[in-house]
């Protein structure tokens, strides 16, 4: 049996236009869709050749409704990998976000943030 690959999440945001330009400039992703979806809102997908992540915002706005770790169902954060932690990092900072528990271990180097809709991130650095 081959191996499965994630093609993408999709995730509620307040502005995916706003979070995209984010995601682009954090992690030198591109979009490579955006349109109209289901129940009348409005979708981008942003990110690399083989993955991407979906953000979606429906027609009448979005909701608060508790911490994600607590909701059946929740997303807990999106981990990214990439090559140089510090200069993410940097980024992160210059973006406005709090960068936070920090972690060294095998096999690398962690950090994570969180964006303004309050959606984590885990910023991840593998050891070659």
């Known amino acids: 049996m081959s191996r499965a690959i994630l093609e993408h999440v999709n995730v509620t945001v307040s502005d995916p236009a706003k979070t995209a330009d984010m995601l ?4 030198n992703w591109q979009i490579r869709w955006s349109g109209d979806s289901i129940n009348g809102g409005k979708t981008i997908h942003v ?4 993955s991407y992540v979906a953000l979606y915002s429906p027609e009448g706005g979005t909701s608060v409704t508790g ?5 059946l169902g929740g997303l807990n954060h999106i981990a990214v990998v990439v090559k140089d ?3 993410v990092e940097a980024r992160v ?5 709090t960068p936070g528990k920090h972690g060294d271990y095998e096999p690398g180097r962690r950090f994570y943030f969180h964006d303004l809709d309050n959606i984590e ?3 991840v650095c593998y050891d070659d």
């Open 67 to 71: 911490s994600s770790y607590e909701n």
């Open 85 to 87: 932690l510090d200069d």
């Open 24 to 27: 682009c400039d954090l992690f």
């Open 121 to 123: 991130y885990e910023v």
């Open 47 to 50: 990110g690399s050749a083989g």
């Open 93 to 97: 900072k210059a973006a406005g976000f």
